[in-house]
């Protein structure tokens, strides 16, 4: 348009010159030898994807020489050759596979170590190892511990102390017995109770502490003693003698082989007046023996029937008066202890009622044939004291009158079938 600014000509690069010369072409020159080497890595990486992974693992990566070398930095140049196959291996090989295979090598290393040992050990002989089999159970023997809870142990005093003394007894370290627990009662003056060199019977009542040290005991030793013998003579039926050295409201109390024993009032023979009896000496028997409980029960009562029991045996004659009549027999009066005439020991004939034979007050003669003092029971028998079975029924006087000449005759007889038992029961044992 006219009168308009005309637009400005974009300014155009200079042309160069047709003289200039030309950069030649960079060409890269492989050479057949390198051409070759690439064209195998690739089929080898084709072949690779369809192995297993060990198989893969054993054909790509490098020994641990090459491994060495790449870790460690270059000193000299290599050649462009070294260079370029470095690099190819590198690209088929990951980190994991280098350190798998570090892995693997230390493991084969291991191994081989291991399996070396085995086989040295293996080799070994027992004689190379010194073995004495009297010397190792005499170790064993030495470094046993002495002193378990409730054993005995035999030893001598080393020490006496204010509060306790110590006992040799062969373990790492001495036994202490504390104070209390030296004897029964009350003891005053250990020294002299307790001499060094003394030789005592102990019981081990707790086992070692961490210096080997046991604590011991003559108090609960001779308690164990004591229960014991207390056992023993209630089996046996014994009646013993006590001092009463104290009451209360439901009886009185005793000592006896250092164990305290208490009597019900209704065990003693004058019940109501039993704080009387304090400081005098009574007759008892066994009613309870239980160590575990410590419980000892004495009667006076019973001590009587106990006396009496100790004045019969099996095959005695004795008499004395029906006192009461029962479906099952007779209940005999023996002078403060009761037997019982069972219906089968009567008579060996039948009978109709036990009264067709001896009434309430009777007195008769009968042999015992049982006798258990710690249960109390006493059975009698005259259905030995007969002739012709159911003699007792037809002739009863004249059985009485010859008691004395039959008894003796049954009472061989008791003692051959008692002999006859024991045999058969040590034959049982022996076989």
Known sequence: MAGSDSQPKKATPPKPAITAP???????????????????????????????????????????????????????????????????????????????????????????????????????????FDFDEDEFLAALEENQPIGTTGEIAKGSVIAVESDGIYVDIGGKAPGFMPKNECGLGVITNLKERFPKGMQVEVLVTREQNADGMVTISCRALELRKSWDKVQNLAKEGKVIRVKINGFNRGGVTCDFEGLRGFIPRSQLEDGENHQSLVSKTINTAFLEVNPER????????????????????????????????????????????????????????????????????????????????????IGLNTALLEGPPGELITDKAKVMEEADERAIKARNSLNKEKVDNQKEEKDIKLS
């Open 22 to 128: 030309r950069k030649p072409l960079q060409v890269m020159h492989i050479s057949r030898k390198t051409a070759e080497e690439i064209i195998n890595k690739e089929s080898t990486n084709n072949d690779i994807s369809n192995q297993s992974i060990e198989k893969r693992f054993d054909e790509t990566v490098p020994d641990e020489k090459n491994i060495s070398q790449l870790n460690k930095a270059p000193e000299k140049k290599k050649s462009i050759r070294e260079d370029s196959d470095s690099s190819d291996i590198l690209k088929t090989t990951t980190m994991e596979d280098l350190l798998r295979s570090e892995e693997n090598s230390y493991a084969k290393n291991t191994q081989a170590f291991d399996d070396q040992n085995v086989f040295e050990q293996k080799s070994r002989v027992v004689d190379e």
């Open 294 to 377: 410590r419980k000892l029960v004495l009667s006076e009562k019973k001590a009587a029937i106990a006396s009496r029991f100790s004045e019969l045996e099996i095959g005695q004659l004795i008499v004395g008066e029906i006192s009461t009549i029962k479906p099952y027999g007779f209940f005999v009066d023996l002078k403060g202890v009761s037997g019982l005439l069972h219906h089968s020991m009567v008579t060996n004939g039948s009978i109709r009622s036990l009264r067709e034979i001896f009434q309430i007050g009777e007195s008769i003669k009968a042999l015992i044939t049982d006798l258990d003092p710690s249960r109390g029971r």
